[in-house]
């Protein structure tokens, strides 16, 4: 990460290229136990954190991301009512789930509970449901929870994850997956962001093999514009436990009772189309 008085430069390792975004100030700058938070207000992008110098969201964008890590797979499953976010510390993922009347609980486990506490001051809306009856918020190591968790308690675990660095890399492991899988009941979805296609597709391919290898019947790719994000273009992979991720609730996307800016019918059916250079991949 780059700054001079006006721009904030974030260069995409290995890839010779970069990101930009005016801002008009900096107005957080604090170094948790975990990582660096800081906090810009831009130009044309609104409000931006960034996590150790790389970008993790704005105001302008952070709709696609958190309508497609949550949408897709709830709509996926039969009935989801039980469900688990491992990281999100935004809370806008959360937020999403919380949107469909059949969840019962969600939980959200966050290691750096200041991403929280910071998020609930700079992205007031994003944290809008989190004194929803339903929403409990945990701050501990996710690896460890979903390794402790009951089997069969959940029926969505969707990983809301920073890049595979540092502490979130075994939140990419087989052992991991195994303990998802375990932690899922019948149908149980899981979904992890997981990169850019095109930046990062042997990261798919391994994440592909490993929810294989812990039991998951069936994994696919779901892909969206993410502008502020690597290349632009960003995934993530869903996993069902016992069923095929061919069909999802098509009829109740249609009908839906809440609103969305991205996410819809033709949206899902699209994002689940897999470009041929990643077919030939996963192969």
Known sequence: MTLDSTWYTEQWSGQGSAISLK????????????QRIEIYETET???????DGLVMVTDRDNFIYHEMMSHP????????????IIGGGDCGTLREVLKHPS??????????????????????????????????????????????????????IIVDSTDPVGPAAGLFSEEFY???????????????????????????????????TA???DTAVLSFP????????????????????SGFRQEAVAEKTFPTRYYNL??????????????????
């Open 23 to 34: 801002i008009r100030d900096k107005v957080h700058d604090e170094r948790s136990p975990y």
């Open 178 to 212: 195994r303990n998802c899988f375990r932690a899922l009941g019948d149908r149980g979805i899981l979904a992890g962001q997981s990169e850019s296609p095109l930046f990062h597709p042997q990261l798919i391919r391994s994440m592909h093999q490993a929810l294989r």
């Open 226 to 245: 993410q502008c502020t994000y690597p290349s632009g273009w960003w995934s993530a992979t869903l996993a069902c436990k016992d069923a095929s991720l």
């Open 266 to 283: 033709g949206v899902h059916t699209a994002a689940m189309a897999t470009p041929e250079f990643l077919y030939e991949l996963l192969l």
């Open 73 to 84: 797979a709830l709509f996926t499953h039969p009935r989801p009512r039980r469900v688990l």
């Open 103 to 156: 969840v019962e609980l969600a939980e959200q486990v966050e290691l750096d509970e200041r991403v929280t506490r910071v998020s609930e001051r700079y992205f007031p809306e994003l944290c809008a449901s989190n004194g929803d009856p339903r929403a409990q918020l945990r701050f501990d190591d996710g690896i460890r929870w979903v390794a402790r968790a009951q089997a069969g308690s959940y029926d969505v």
């Open 215 to 217: 039991g998951f019947l």
């Open 45 to 51: 992008f609104g409000t931006l954190m960034t996590l």
